[in-house]
C-alpha cells in the first residue's frame, strides 16, 4: 500500500499542491503563534535580566509571603549584607523620579545612582566621565539622541525629597551611557547622579528595591546565600529572599507571563480557525481525488483489494502530505519569525527583542498539520470505501433534507442555530460578553451545519441572474452547484473567513463611534490647557518664586505663570486649531468652588455640543452637581446671587457661565486668578487660575490630534502634561482600536488566504474532472474566450455568495458583539464601515476570478480532439 500511496502521490502531484500550500500556511501560523509567545518570553527576559546579568546574587524582601509590618530595605540592611564574609561588593537597585528641564523641552526622568562597584553597574559610559560631584549627571545614548543632548550641556533639574522638601539645581552632562532595556526604565529620560546627589533624592531611610551582590573569588554561594538571608533577618526583614540573577530575573518575569498567556491565547484562537478552515480545504480536494479514483480503486477491489489496505493507502498519502506540509510550514515560521525580531530589534526601544524557538512550536506544529491532514482525509476515504466495488460507479448522494444525514444537520444546526442565537440577543441586551460570546460560537457552528442545506441553493439562486447572458453563464450556474458537496465546503471555508473578518470590522467601527460620542459627552471640548501656575511653575517650566512645586501657593501667580489673551492669540495660530476660548475665575458658590466665564459665542465655537452653553442667569456643570440652583458671589464681592444649574453628562468638576452672566453679579471685576482661602464655613477652596479650551479642526486622524496636543504644549511653553481633553483621549483610543483591528484583520487574512486556495484547487479539480465535457463544448462551437469566461464566473458566483453571505453574518456578529461589549458602560451607536465592506467583497471575487486564471487557460489550451481521448 506504501508503493501505491506514493505512486498516486506522483501521478495527482498537481492537485495536490492547494493542499500542500493550506497545510503548510495553516502550520506556519501555529508555529509562528507559539514562536510568539517564547519569543516575547525571552526577550523580556533579556529585559528583565538586564539589571542583574553582572551580580552573583541579588538580595531583597520575599513580597509573596505575609507579614503584619511595613519592612523597608535600606542603609542598615545593605551594610550588613555587604559585611558577610565572602561579599565583595553590594550596590542597591534603586530609582527615583525628577523632572529635566532642557532647552527643547520639559521631561520626566528615572534617576539612579551611578554604582560605585564597576562590575555591578547597569550601564556603560559610551562617552565622557562618570558623575562625582553634586551638580553632574550622565544620560542614556536614546533619549540624548532624541532631545539633542550632549556632554556639555546643562539642565535643570527638579524634584522632592521624602521630607517635603523641593530639589531645584542645575546640573551639567558629564557623560553619556548606555539605555537600558529593563521595562521599569526604558520609556524614561535615564539619569544616573552620584551617591552623595542620589541621597537628596531619597533622604536618610531610602527604600531600595533589591541589593546586587559581587562574591570573592572563590567565595562559596550557597554559604554566602544563607548568611546574607540571616543578615537580613537579624536587620528587620522577616522574609529575606537570596537568590542568584537568573533566579531573581525568572521571579521577575512571573509577573509579566500573565498578559503574554492571554496574548498567546488570542493568536491561537486564530490560529486554530485557519486551521479549521485549512482541513476543509484538505476534506474536500481528498473528497473529490477519491472520487475521481472511484473505478481505480473499484478495480482494485475486484482483483482482491481489502478495503482496509485500500483506506489505508490514502490514509498514507494523507501521512506523506502532512509531514512533509507541516515541516514547510514550520521552517516557513521560522523564516518569518527570524525576520520579524530581526527588524524588531533594530527600533532603539525593542533592542533586547530575541528570537526564540521552544521544542513545542516546532513539535505542535508537526504533530497537529499532520493529524489534521489525516483527519481530514479520514471521513473521505472511510465514504469511498464503505461503498461495493460495483455500486462504486454510482454517485453518493449530498446532504438534503431528503437523506438521513441531511435531517441530522438539519436538526442540529436548527437547534444550535436558534439556542446560540437567543444566547447571542440575550448576551446583548445584558450587556453580558461571556454570554453573547458563547450564544454567537454555537450559533455560528448551527449555521455551518445547516450550509449544506442553503448555500447551493444560494448560489444557484444567484446564477439565474446570470443565466440570461449568454450560454457560457449558464453552463458556469450550473457547473458551480453541479457537486453540491463540494460547493458546499469550498463556500463554507471561505464564508468562516469573510465572517469573521466583517464582524472584527462592524464590531471595532462601532465600538469606536460609541466611545467617541460617549467622550464627546464627558468631554465638552477637545483641548483643556491649564495656567502653569497651577502647577506651581511659570511658562518654561521654572518654579514659582516662593513655590514648592504643588499647585497652589497661597497667593496669586504673576502673569508669567497665567495663561491670558496672548496665549490664547497665540493658540488661535497653530495649525489644526479652529476655535480657542479664554475661561477666567469669576466668582465662586458658598462651597468655596471657582466658577469661570468667557464669551457665548466664543463657548458655542468650541463645546463639541453647542447646545450645552449656558444662557443668561445659568451656569453649566457636571453631572456630579446635585443642585438645581447655586448661590455664587463674584471673586471681590461678598453678595450672593442665585443662578440655575445646567446640568451636562460630562464629569468635568469646573462650572462655567458666559460673560453676560458674570457681568450681572455685584462686585464682578474681569480676569485674575484665585489664591488657595478658606470659606466661612471651613471648606477649603483651591488656588484658580485661567484655563484653555481648543477647538480641534475637523477631519483631523488620531496621529495629527496627538501633534497637535504638542505644538499647543510647544507654542504655549508647557509641558505635554498640561494639555488634556477629549481629543487626545479619542485619539488613543482610536489608534489602539485600529492597531487591534489591523493585527486581527491580519490574522484572519490567513483563513480567507487559504479559503481563496480552497477555490483554486475546487476550480482546478473541476476542469480536470470535466475534461470530456469541456473538449465536447469546445467541439460543439464554445470558443477558448468563452471557455474560460465560464470558468471566471463559476468561481466568482461561488465566492461572491460566500463572501456576501459572510458579509451579512459578520455585522449581525459584529453589532450584538459590541453591544455586549460596551453596552455596559457606553450606548452602543450603530456605525457600518460600508467602504471597508465592500472592499471585502471586492477582494474576495476578485481573488477567486484570479485563481481561476491558471484552470481555466490549462482548460482552454487543451484541444478538442486530445479532450476527447482522455479517460
Given at each position: 500500500?506504501?508503493?501505491?500511496a ?9 492537485r495536490?499542491?492547494a493542499?500542500?500550500?493550506?497545510v503548510m ?6 508555529s509562528a503563534?507559539?514562536?510568539?509567545n ?5 526577550s523580556?527576559e ?7 546579568q553582572?551580580?552573583?546574587?541579588v ?6 509571603q505575609?507579614?503584619?509590618?511595613v ?8 551594610e550588613?549584607?555587604?559585611a558577610?564574609?565572602?561579599?565583595a561588593?553590594v ?11 532642557t532647552?527643547t ?7 539612579h545612582?551611578?554604582?560605585?562597584d ?5 550601564t ?7 558623575p ?8 542614556d ?11 556639555g550641556?546643562?539642565v535643570g ?7 517635603g ?5 542645575t546640573a551639567?552632562?558629564?557623560g553619556?551611557t548606555?539605555?537600558s532595556?529593563s521595562p ?18 531619597v533622604?536618610s531611610?531610602p527604600d531600595?528595591?533589591s541589593?546586587?551582590?559581587r562574591?570573592d ?14 543578615a537580613?533577618?537579624a536587620?528587620g526583614?522577616?522574609?529575606p529572599?537570596v537568590?542568584?540573577?537568573?533566579e ?15 496574548f498567546t ?12 478552515v485549512t482541513?476543509?480545504v ?15 480503486l ?6 482482491g483489494?481489502?478495503?482496509?489496505q485500500?483506506?489505508?493507502s490514502v490514509l498514507?498519502e ?8 507541516s515541516?514547510?510550514?514550520?521552517l516557513?515560521?521560522i ?9 524588531v ?6 533592542s533586547?527583542a530575541?528570537?526564540a524557538?521552544s521544542p ?8 497537529v ?9 479520514w ?6 470505501m464503505s461503498v461495493?466495488p ?25 437547534l ?6 437567543a444566547?447571542?440577543a ?11 460570546f458563547f450564544?454567537?460560537l ?12 442553503f448555500?447551493?441553493?444560494t448560489?444557484?439562486a444567484?446564477?439565474r441572474?446570470f ?13 458551480a ?11 463554507t471555508?471561505?464564508?468562516?473567513g469573510?465572517?469573521?473578518v466583517s ?10 463611534q460609541?466611545?467617541?460620542a ?15 501656575a ?9 518654579p ?7 499647585a497652589?501657593?497661597?497667593t496669586?501667580?504673576?502673569d ?7 496665549q ?8 489644526g ?11 465662586q458658590?458658598?462651597k ?16 463639541n455640543?453647542p ?12 453631572q ?7 448661590k ?8 450672593s446671587?442665585?443662578?440655575k ?8 468638576s ?7 452672566t ?6 464682578y471685576?474681569p480676569?485674575?486668578s484665585v ?13 484658580a487660575?485661567p484655563?484653555?479650551w ?17 505644538s499647543?504644549?510647544s507654542e504655549?511653553?508647557?509641558p505635554?502634561?498640561?494639555v ?6 479619542k485619539?488613543?483610543f482610536t489608534?489602539?482600536?485600529?492597531t487591534?483591528l489591523l493585527?486581527?484583520s ?8 487559504i ?10 479539480l473541476?476542469?480536470l ?5 469541456s473538449?465536447l463544448l469546445?467541439?460543439?462551437?464554445l470558443?477558448r ?5 465560464m470558468?471566471a464566473?463559476?468561481a ?6 460566500a ?7 459578520g ?17 452602543v ?14 477582494v ?10 491558471v484552470p ?7 484541444s478538442?480532439?486530445e ?5
Amino acid at each position: 500500500m506504501l508503493k501505491l500511496a506514493l505512486a498516486n502521490i506522483r501521478t495527482y502531484s498537481r492537485r495536490l499542491i492547494a493542499v500542500t500550500l493550506a497545510v503548510m500556511i495553516g502550520t506556519a501560523f501555529l508555529s509562528a503563534t507559539l514562536m510568539v509567545n517564547s519569543s516575547a518570553t525571552a526577550s523580556l527576559e533579556r529585559s528583565i535580566g538586564e539589571a542583574y546579568q553582572h551580580a552573583d546574587l541579588v538580595a531583597g524582601i520575599d513580597t509573596d509571603q505575609p507579614t503584619t509590618d511595613v519592612e523597608v530595605l535600606g542603609v542598615k540592611q545593605l551594610e550588613a549584607v555587604a559585611a558577610v564574609p565572602g561579599v565583595a561588593a553590594v550596590e542597591p537597585q534603586t530609582t527615583s523620579g525628577a523632572r529635566i528641564a532642557t532647552g527643547t523641552g520639559d521631561y520626566n526622568a528615572v534617576v539612579h545612582p551611578y554604582a560605585a562597584d564597576a562590575q555591578l553597574r547597569t550601564t556603560t559610559l559610551v562617552s565622557g566621565t562618570a558623575p562625582t560631584g553634586g551638580s553632574q549627571v550622565t544620560v542614556d545614548e536614546k533619549h540624548a539622541e532624541q532631545y539633542g543632548l550632549n556632554t556639555g550641556d546643562t539642565v535643570g533639574v527638579t524634584g522632592s525629597a521624602p521630607d517635603g522638601s523641593a530639589l531645584d539645581y542645575t546640573a551639567t552632562i558629564t557623560g553619556i551611557t548606555t539605555s537600558s532595556n529593563s521595562p521599569f526604565l526604558g520609556s524614561n529620560l535615564q539619569v544616573a547622579v552620584s551617591g552623595d546627589r542620589y541621597a537628596f533624592f531619597v533622604g536618610s531611610a531610602p527604600d531600595y528595591q533589591s541589593l546586587m551582590i559581587r562574591l570573592d573569588d572563590g567565595a562559596d554561594a550557597a554559604a554566602v546565600t544563607t548568611a546574607a538571608a540571616d543578615a537580613l533577618k537579624a536587620h528587620g526583614i522577616s522574609h529575606p529572599s537570596v537568590m542568584t540573577a537568573q533566579e531573581r530575573t525568572v521571579t521577575e518575569l512571573a509577573s509579566f507571563t500573565g498578559g503574554q498567556d492571554q496574548f498567546t491565547v488570542i493568536l491561537l484562537v486564530f490560529a486554530l480557525i485557519a486551521l479549521v478552515v485549512t482541513g476543509l480545504v484538505v476534506m474536500n480536494t481528498f473528497a473529490v481525488l477519491v472520487a475521481q479514483r472511484t473505478r481505480e480503486l473499484a478495480l482494485l477491489r475486484t482483483l482482491g483489494a481489502m478495503r482496509a489496505q485500500l483506506r489505508r493507502s490514502v490514509l498514507v498519502e494523507a501521512l506523506v502530505i502532512g509531514v512533509v506540509s507541516s515541516a514547510l510550514g514550520v521552517l516557513l515560521a521560522i523564516g518569518v519569525m527570524a525576520g520579524l525580531v530581526g527588524y524588531v530589534s533594530t527600533l532603539p526601544e525593542a533592542s533586547f527583542a530575541v528570537l526564540a524557538v521552544s521544542p513545542i512550536s516546532v513539535i505542535a506544529g508537526l504533530a497537529v498539520g499532520t493529524i489534521m491532514t489525516l483527519i481530514a482525509a479520514w471521513a473521505p476515504a472511510r465514504r469511498a470505501m464503505s461503498v461495493a466495488p460495483l455500486a462504486a460507479l454510482r454517485p453518493a448522494d449530498d446532504a438534503s433534507v431528503h437523506n438521513r444525514i441531511g435531517k441530522l444537520r438539519l436538526v442540529f444546526g436548527v437547534l444550535l442555530a436558534l439556542g446560540g442565537g437567543a444566547l447571542l440577543a440575550f448576551g446583548a441586551v445584558s450587556h453580558n460578553l461571556l454570554v453573547g460570546f458563547f450564544g454567537g460560537l454555537l450559533s455560528f457552528i448551527g449555521i455551518l451545519m445547516l450550509a449544506s442545506l442553503f448555500l447551493p441553493g444560494t448560489v444557484r439562486a444567484v446564477g439565474r441572474l446570470f443565466s440570461g447572458s449568454g450560454v457560457p453563464a449558464k453552463l458556469a450556474s450550473l457547473n458551480a452547484v453541479r457537486n453540491p458537496g463540494r460547493t458546499t465546503a469550498t463556500a463554507t471555508a471561505l464564508l468562516i473567513g469573510v465572517t469573521l473578518v466583517s464582524m472584527m470590522m462592524v464590531g471595532a467601527q462601532t465600538t469606536k463611534q460609541s466611545f467617541g460620542a460617549e467622550l464627546g459627552r464627558n468631554y465638552l471640548v477637545d483641548f483643556t490647557v491649564d495656567s502653569p501656575a497651577a502647577f506651581g511653575e511659570t511658562f518654561g517650566g521654572a518654579p514659582l518664586p516662593g513655590s514648592s512645586g504643588e499647585a497652589g501657593s497661597g497667593t496669586t501667580a504673576p502673569d508669567s505663570a497665567q495663561l491670558g489673551d496672548s496665549q490664547a492669540k497665540t493658540a488661535s495660530t497653530v495649525d489644526g486649531v479652529s476655535a480657542v476660548a479664554l475661561l477666567t475665575p469669576v466668582a465662586q458658590d458658598q462651597k468655596g468652588d471657582v466658577l469661570y466665564a468667557a464669551d457665548a459665542d466664543v463657548l458655542a465655537k468650541v463645546l463639541n455640543d453647542p447646545a450645552l452653553v449656558p444662557a443668561d442667569g445659568e451656569v453649566l456643570a457636571g453631572q456630579s452637581e446635585e443642585a438645581k440652583q447655586l448661590k455664587v458671589h463674584a471673586l471681590e464681592s461678598t453678595d450672593s446671587s442665585t443662578l440655575k444649574v445646567k446640568r451636562s453628562q460630562s464629569d468635568f468638576s469646573m462650572a462655567i457661565m458666559t460673560t453676560a452672566t458674570a457681568k450681572q453679579l455685584a462686585g464682578y471685576a474681569p480676569g485674575g486668578s484665585v489664591a488657595e482661602t478658606t470659606t466661612e464655613d471651613g471648606s477649603y477652596s483651591m488656588a484658580a487660575y485661567p484655563v484653555l479650551w481648543i477647538k480641534a479642526a475637523p477631519g483631523l486622524d488620531s496621529g495629527q490630534l496627538q501633534d497637535l496636543g504638542r505644538s499647543l504644549a510647544s507654542e504655549l511653553r508647557v509641558p505635554d502634561y498640561q494639555v488634556t481633553g477629549g481629543a487626545m483621549e479619542k485619539a488613543l483610543f482610536t489608534q489602539v482600536i485600529d492597531t487591534l483591528l489591523l493585527v486581527v484583520s491580519g490574522l484572519l487574512a490567513v483563513a480567507v488566504f487559504i479559503a481563496l486556495i480552497g477555490v483554486a484547487n475546487t476550480l482546478s479539480l473541476s476542469v480536470l474532472e470535466r475534461t470530456r465535457e469541456s473538449a465536447l463544448l469546445r467541439a460543439l462551437g464554445l470558443t477558448r474566450g468563452q471557455l474560460r469566461g465560464m470558468l471566471a464566473l463559476e468561481a466568482v458566483l461561488i465566492a461572491g455568495v460566500a463572501a456576501l453571505l459572510g458579509i451579512v453574518l459578520g455585522t449581525t456578529y459584529g453589532v450584538l458583539g459590541a453591544q455586549s461589549a460596551v453596552g455596559s458602560f457606553a450606548t452602543v451607536t450603530l456605525s457600518l464601515p460600508w467602504g471597508q465592506l465592500l472592499l471585502v467583497l471586492g477582494v474576495s471575487v476578485l481573488a477567486a476570478l484570479a485563481a481561476s486564471i491558471v484552470p481555466a487557460r490549462r482548460a482552454a489550451r487543451l484541444s478538442p480532439v486530445e479532450g476527447l481521448a482522455t479517460e
